[in-house]
């Protein structure tokens, strides 16, 4: 009796460990390490990721001195799209990972900053404009003129430029990348057409 009891614990024992050996050798191996991108394609990603923001913040609305609501609306419509086309950028720029040379994690670590500062100066300009007294054309005017003083902090400063160029790996990359030429041809200062502070009436 005790040897027919124990043939059946015997064979499932057997078929478990079997089981148990199949499992770990028939496993879907794992995926090849995917590979580091080269300096162009890391720069030519970085550019690709803020054309979309430069070509937004440098197309401002028309200002309606008449219309103060209108332009007040035109403008927090102009800042959310520039918000939104940001928040696209840093999420392609954490995608693109760090610069393949060396220092490269300093250097994509520079870059995010500087659009994320980018960012903190456009939600500060919708500020001030969600603010503005609608019933006052120049305080209209004003808010809108701080946009303008944003957008060519931009332009001027070329922060991301400055900080890629500051390798001259990625410096050379930057020269022969198709987007980094568009994101210059994007930033032109003549598609801005906010007002100058001039345009705006003191009282």
Same mark, same amino acid.
């Given at each position: ?65 008449? !219309? ?21 950028? =840093? ?27 980018? =960012? ?5 300009? =919708? ?38 160029? =500051? ?11 198709? !987007? ?24």
């Amino acid at each position: 009796m005790r040897i027919r009891r124990a043939a059946p614990v015997c064979l499932l024992l057997v078929l478990a460990a079997v089981a148990l050996l199949a499992g770990c050798g028939g496993g879907t191996p794992p995926a090849p390490p995917t590979p580091a991108p080269t300096p162009q394609e890391w720069t030519e990603a970085v550019c690709a990721a803020l054309v979309p923001v430069v070509a937004r913040v440098t197309d401002a609305p028309g200002f309606d001195l008449s !219309a103060p609501e209108a332009t007040r609306q035109a403008y927090l419509t102009y800042l959310d799209d520039g918000l939104a086309a940001t928040d696209r950028a =840093r999420s392609d720029l954490a995608a693109a990972g760090p610069a393949p040379v060396p220092g490269g994690d300093v250097i994509a670590e520079q870059v995010r900053g500087d659009v994320a500062d980018l =960012r903190a100066d456009l939600a500060e300009a =919708r500020d001030q404009v969600q603010r503005t007294d609608t019933g006052s054309p120049v305080a209209i005017g004003r808010a809108a003129v701080s946009v303008t003083r944003v957008v060519g902090a931009l332009l001027n400063g070329a922060e991301v430029t400055a900080t890629i160029n =500051r390798d001259p790996t990625l410096k050379a990359a930057y020269e022969a990348s198709p !987007a980094c030429a568009q994101l210059q041809r994007s930033g032109a200062p003549s598609s801005t057409t906010a007002p100058s502070p001039a345009a705006v009436p003191t009282r």
